[in-house]
């Protein structure tokens, strides 16, 4: 601020001075100390007027800075002080006065025509700085106009009365057009606040237009639900009568078939005591020689020790992986499928060895299956589902499917399960018997009378796709749902794509998440996949980039291709706090998965 007014001072006062200077030599005004009256003129009056009236009409202030005539620049910064002198003797006539007065009247309205173009200009260029430097400019302009009216006081003591009152009606005129201007720019800027109020105004209005409008359709998504919630609950209702009803028939044709087992179990147990018999009359036998005798209680307690082993381990190491529906995929939608039960997985019998009185004695499949054979054909179920596994895995006897069919319905007729279930899959998969989907659905219903979730699972796949039951899509809802209460990790997923698909049941995507979340729990890479798309898209759950990546992390670990393809998207949308959280939760449940709860 400061530099500005040292500028504005050093650029107009030598031009004030100079046009005060000029207007004092064409009017023949020389220094004065003080404004008194020059002394009369001495000289000859020619004119025939008084020395009085050939003397200024006014007073003139002249600054200390101004060199008056016939002094020099020398003289005058060597502090002389300048002295009165008279002035011309000719006295000017009055037409030359009033020449003189307009011209510098003249002067003077072009002096300060030029200052108020140059103020002007000034404040223009001041304009267009900062908004902190408007105040300065502000000052600035008050500074000049502080200035200009010294000036105009100053010249208004050399003009008359009548050129002072006009000088300050222009002063006063352009002092108004200034406040004019000044009130049209305030106006200006006023306006323009009013435009971006009201801009801000409408903006407002559209922003709570489009909440509204949110609400609404969030109300209208609301009471969708709520009526799909009860066309559900009347639906559950409907599938729980019927269910009762078929709870009901089940349970009449189990007493008859509990019946005919009670009659077929007198049967076996007087077969059982036949050979009871005939096994001691050979025992009597066998006892004239200690020695065959001993050897015999050695074989027989051998048999039984590696009938119990060989049970053990095959219960340990079957698997049944039950019918699972596959999710429709971005490029394409796979048709729903079903992964068939497999067979039971390589027993390892080479291992099994049994402590004898004297030393270990390796079992080889030979004698498992001599062994075992002997048993099945005594009517031990265990042992004929046993001997199924072995035929159908040629361990120990000669690969035959038709053989291990065959054992299996040993078994299954005695009211194993295992053999129930796998005689199903044989049927349904026409392995050593005709295909027959009637039979394979007979047997899963069998075994699953007993609760064996993988017969569950399969028959909710064959009411499903309709094999060998008529297709009954609330059926097959019903015993995946069964099974998945048990724990079976394919009918969780398939209830879940059941509940997504709204198939069998009323969609609803907080249950298909729960129940792919059953399923993820336990490892399942598609039910994984599934529901950190469902966090990720805010489906069924709340919105949840972290967990959606643990998900599909977990899924892509396994392979998943398109598990792996989201990981990359994901990590852009996780802060590097976010993504460490979530690697230390995928750690955690992934532990959780390779250790179930016993």
């Known amino acids: 601020m400061k530099k500005i007014i040292i500028f504005i001072f050093l650029f107009f006062f030598p031009c004030v001075i100079y046009a005060q200077y000029y207007h004092w030599v064409e009017n023949g005004v020389h220094n004065f100390s003080n404004f008194q009256t020059p002394p009369k003129q001495k000289d000859k009056n020619t004119s025939g007027k008084t020395p009085s009236a050939m003397a200024p009409k006014g007073s003139i202030i002249l600054k200390e800075s101004v060199i008056g005539p016939g002094k020099t620049l020398s003289s005058q910064k060597a502090g002389k002080i300048p002295v009165k002198r008279k002035a011309h003797l000719k006295e000017k006539s009055p037409e030359v006065k009033k020449a003189l007065e307009q011209k510098r009247a003249a002067e003077q309205e072009r002096a300060l025509a030029l200052e108020q173009k140059k103020i002007a200009e000034q404040k223009k260029a001041a304009e267009l700085k900062k908004a902190a430097e408007q105040e300065a400019e502000r000052q600035k302009k008050l500074e000049q106009e502080k200035i200009a009216e010294q000036k105009i006081a100053e010249e208004q003591k050399i003009a008359e009365e009548q050129k002072i009152a006009e000088e300050q009606k222009k002063i006063a005129e352009q002092k108004k057009a200034a406040e004019l201007k000044k009130a049209a720019e305030q106006e200006a800027e006023r306006q323009k606040k009013l435009e971006q109020e009201k801009i801000a105004e409408q903006k407002k209005i559209a922003e709570q237009e489009r909440a509204l409008a949110l609400e609404q ?135 099994i060895r049994v402590a004898g009185p004297e030393k270990e004695l390796p079992l080889t499949d030979k004698q498992a299956a001599f062994w075992h054979k002997k048993a099945a054909e005594q009517g031990d179920a265990a042992a004929q589902y046993t001997l199924g596994v072995l035929y159908s895995k040629g361990r120990g006897v000669p690969q035959d499917d038709k053989q291990a069919a065959y054992w299996y319905k040993k078994a299954a007729d005695q009211g194993n399960v295992s053999a129930q279930f796998n005689l199903g899959i044989m049927h349904s998969k026409g392995i050593g018997v005709p295909q027959d989907d009637k039979q394979a659905s007979f047997w899963y219903k069998k075994a699953l009378e007993k609760g064996k ?59 298909a998440a729960f129940w792919y979340k059953k399923a993820a729990d336990q490892g399942d890479a598609s039910a994984q996949f599934i529901l950190g798309r469902m966090y990720s898209n805010g489906t069924g759950v709340m919105q949840n980039y972290q967990l959606a990546y643990v998900w599909e992390s977990l899924a892509a670990a396994q392979g998943h291709e398109l598990a792996i393809k989201d990981i990359n998207i994901l990590i852009k949308k996780l802060s590097l706090q976010q993504l460490a959280e979530a690697e230390t939760l995928e750690a955690k449940i992934q532990h959780q998965i390779d250790h179930p709860p016993e």
Do not use: C, H
């Open 217 to 351: 359709k969030k109300i209208a998504e609301q009471k969708i639900a709520e009526e799909q919630k009860i066309a559900e609950e009347q639906k559950i209702a409907e599938e729980q009568k019927k269910a009762a009803e078929q709870k009901k028939a089940a349970e009449l044709k189990k007493a008859a078939e509990l019946k005919k087992a009670a009659e077929q179990e007198a049967e076996r147990q007087k077969k059982l005591e036949q050979e009871k018999i005939a096994e001691q009359k050979i025992i009597a036998e066998q006892k004239k020689i200690a020695e065959q005798k001993k050897a015999a209680e050695q074989e027989r307690a051998l048999a039984f020790e590696q009938k119990k082993i060989a049970e053990q381990k095959i219960a340990e190491e079957q698997e049944t992986i039950p019918v699972k529906i596959f999710p429709p995929r971005e490029a394409e939608k796979t048709a729903v499928k079903g992964k068939v039960p497999v067979k039971e997985k390589d027993i390892a019998l080479t291992d």
């Open 453 to 511: 979730a993988g017969a569950q699972a399969n028959l909710g796949y064959m009411y499903l796709v309709g094999k060998g039951v008529p297709q009954d899509d609330v059926q097959a809802a019903y015993w995946y749902r069964k099974a998945a209460d048990q724990g079976d990790v394919a009918a969780q997923f398939n209830l879940g794509m059941m509940y997504s698909n709204g198939k069998g049941v009323g969609k609803d995507d907080e249950q």
